[in-house]
């Protein structure tokens, strides 16, 4: 409670919203237009309904999945007709000019990529270089892709940016599949400033949620998993309280040329705290 009106008193509810939902329901619950940025990397269900004929052992047990106690979560049924829904969802919430980064795995990319042009201008395939390689049946993993869109005409603020980002995956991250902070900070280096609203309805452990601070933005997200949702409403309001991140204490390896875009944890720590103090944050 002390800690809550603390927070509302520095204006902190206003600037972060983090929410225990279904993705299509949050996204139905903002207004039109509302939205700057959204940088998501969805649970699909696809390649793990793949997966299954290998015993699923990615993160625990998938034929356990969504169960309590169970280290796997639930995913987003992704078939085609439920991914047009979110997808037009996203159109909406979007404002005019406002920019995607959508996360897929290569099972998914091949099936539900395409939808995305039905609803908004594709402009990259990005592929993500997690620096190490990982599991996978044939060749093993190390890069996932982000589909990078845009609703209406808005160029990238920068134009030194490649389609090849290089940074390092987490070793044993706190929560499954919890992404570096870094990457959603990509994602954000040529498409929000101080202020942007940035959304992300597959919150999971809440790096979009710190990355978006770090950035000076504010953040509307959800995640269906209450344990997720708490844990990113909390990791993100530690964040903004103290500048440490609990989840990701040490910072991801980056190299060229984000290693140098992105500012060092200092300068984002006083956006962050600019943001909370005026609500005004500067760059
Ligand atoms: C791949 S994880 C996101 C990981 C996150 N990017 C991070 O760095 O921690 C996908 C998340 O989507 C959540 N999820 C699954 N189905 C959902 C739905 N229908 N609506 C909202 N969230 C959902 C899962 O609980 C999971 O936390």
Excluded at 78 to 99: K, M, N, Q, S, Y
Excluded at 238 to 250: K, M, R, S, V, Y
Aim: proline fraction near 7%.
């Amino acid at each position: 409670m002390q800690t809550s009106l603390a927070l509302r008193a520095l204006g902190l509810d206003d600037r972060l919203r983090i929410e225990q939902a279904d993705c299509l329901a949050f996204l139905g619950s903002l207004p039109d237009g509302s939205v700057d940025v959204v940088t998501t990397d969805p649970a699909y269900s696809g390649m793990n309904d793949h997966l299954k004929l290998g015993h699923g052992r990615i993160v625990g047990s998938w034929r356990e999945a969504g169960k309590p106690g169970e280290k796997w979560f639930r995913e987003f049924k992704d078939d085609p007709e439920t991914f047009r829904r979110f997808l037009a969802e996203i159109r909406r919430v979007l404002r005019e000019g406002g920019h995607l980064y959508l996360m897929f795995d290569s099972f998914s990319l091949l099936s539900l990529g395409p939808l995305v042009r039905e609803e908004l201008s594709v402009k990259n395939l990005i592929v993500w270089d997690k620096l190490r390689i990982g599991m996978g049946h044939a060749f093993r993993r190390r890069h996932e892709l982000i589909v990078f869109a845009t609703k209406g005409k808005r160029p990238l603020s920068r134009r030194d940016l490649p389609d090849v980002w290089r940074i390092g995956r987490l070793s044993r991250p706190a929560y499954p599949t919890q992404k570096p902070v870094e990457l959603f900070e990509a994602m954000l280096a040529g498409s929000a400033g101080p202020g942007s609203v940035v959304c992300d309805p597959f919150a999971g452990s809440g790096a979009s949620a710190v990355a978006a601070l770090r950035q000076g933005c504010r953040f509307w997200g959800c995640d269906l998993s209450p344990e997720a949702a708490t844990a990113a409403r909390e990791r993100a309001r530690t964040f903004a309280a103290t500048g440490a991140d609990p989840l990701q204490p040490e910072p991801a390896r980056v190299e060229p040329p984000f290693d140098q875009l992105l500012r060092p944890p200092s300068l984002r720590r006083t956006a962050a705290r600019k943001l909370i103090r005026s609500g005004t944050p500067s760059a």
